[in-house]
Every structure is written in structure tokens, then in C-alpha cells.
């Protein structure tokens, strides 16, 4: 079982345009390419996490996320930077669309897909970090019993100043993805370093 580092999507790897309807709107903040890229290299696990109550509330297609999230693995991979696998919630209790209008276990701050994530790919959430701009994505990492970053992205300045749920802190809040990555490489446990491919081909 390996660690891994789970992504909140909109407001932590892409800009927060609320429900994101069309592909022209996928918008990688400009050190997003990068900080993936150091993640690869350190052969953590990338996992993206994410609500798309959209879908419960009739915005738009199931199928339209995953078009979005294969069109926002393009835009990386062009930078050399690979996400390897979504998962995101389509439900909400209060939807339109019946099929998708129910309480989840999934649904962020629960912890549903970080568990499915982890029995599917081999991790293992408790030496994983969870990266995001809102308190949920806090209390989704810290019910799967991940160490949890608060990004000021997206809706995370705000979160921070105003929003946060008692008896609920991060183990770190900072600016933006880029700053998350260096703080999840310098508190990796010596055990969960490992050292990618990339980096033994590269010169020094
Ligand atoms: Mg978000
Ligand atoms: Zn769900």
C-alpha cells in the first residue's frame, strides 16, 4: 500500500468558475503543470477528487465530466504532467435528476471516494495527503485519515478567513498548489520517499 496525494479539482488544480458547463472553461491555474510534474517525480500517486453535483442538479451530463477530465489530462500531459485517476460525486440530496438526487457516501466532506481510490489502486490514505480549497475537502481527508492541506485558492482565502467548521483544522494551509507539493515533499516520512524515474534519468 502506497501513499498517494488526492486533488480537490476546481479552485485547487483549475480556476473556480462555479459549475463548470463548457470545456473552453478549464483554466490549469499556471503552476499546476509544475507541481503535478514534482509529484510524478517523487512517484506519488495523483488522484483527483471531486463534487460534480451539476450532475444531480440537471447542469450537465455525467459524461461531460468525464470529457472535462479528459480534456484537463490532455492540457497536463502536455506539460509532462500525468494525473492518475478522477473520481468524483455526481450526487446531491437536493438534485433534479432523480437517479443522481440522493444522500451519497461519497459526496466531499465524506470520504467514500478517497476509500474507493484506495482499494482500487493500492493506497494507503493514512501516509496520503489531501490537497483542497474548501472544508470539505479537509473533512473528506481528514475522515479517510489523510494529512490535509488548505489551499487560498478557489474558494480557500475565504474558507480560511471565515468558514471553518468547529473541531476541524488543516495540517497546513498555504497558498496554492505549488506551495501543497513542497510542503507534502518536505513531510513526506522517510519510508514514503521514493524517487521516480524521471529524476535517476535526469542529470544531477
Ligand atoms: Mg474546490
Ligand atoms: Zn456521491
Not at 502506497?2 to 472553461?25: H, M
Not at 472535462?68 to 468524483?88: C, S
Not at 473528506?140 to 489551499?151: E, K, P
Not at 507539493?181 to 521516480?196: C, E
Request: with cysteine; glycine share 8%; proline share 5%.
Amino acid at each position: 500500500m502506497k501513499p498517494a496525494v488526492f486533488l480537490d479539482r476546481d479552485g485547487t488544480i483549475i480556476e473556480n468558475v462555479g459549475y463548470l458547463r463548457r470545456l473552453d472553461q478549464i483554466a490549469p491555474f499556471p503552476w499546476s503543470v509544475d507541481a503535478i510534474r514534482a509529484l510524478n517525480r517523487a512517484a506519488l500517486p495523483v488522484v483527483v477528487i471531486t463534487n460534480q453535483a451539476g450532475v444531480a442538479r440537471g447542469f450537465f451530463a455525467a459524461d461531460f465530466v468525464d470529457e472535462t477530465h479528459r480534456a484537463l489530462t490532455m492540457r497536463l500531459e502536455a506539460g509532462g504532467a500525468r494525473v492518475d485517476a478522477y473520481y468524483y460525486c455526481p450526487h446531491h440530496p437536493d438534485g433534479k435528476v432523480e437517479q443522481y438526487s440522493i444522500t451519497c457516501d461519497c459526496r466531499k466532506p465524506k470520504c467514500g471516494m478517497i476509500d474507493r481510490a484506495a482499494s482500487d489502486l493500492g493506497l494507503d490514505p493514512a501516509r496520503s495527503f489531501f490537497v483542497g480549497d474548501t472544508w470539505l475537502d479537509v473533512g473528506a481527508g481528514r475522515a479517510a485519515g489523510a494529512r490535509t492541506i488548505l489551499v487560498r485558492t478557489g474558494a480557500g482565502a475565504e474558507e480560511e478567513r471565515s468558514l471553518k467548521p468547529p473541531d476541524l483544522s488543516a495540517d497546513a494551509i498555504v497558498d496554492n498548489l505549488a506551495a501543497a507539493v513542497s510542503w507534502i515533499l518536505l513531510h513526506l516520512r522517510s519510508g514514503d520517499r521514493a524517487i521516480g524515474d524521471v529524476d535517476r534519468r535526469s542529470p544531477i
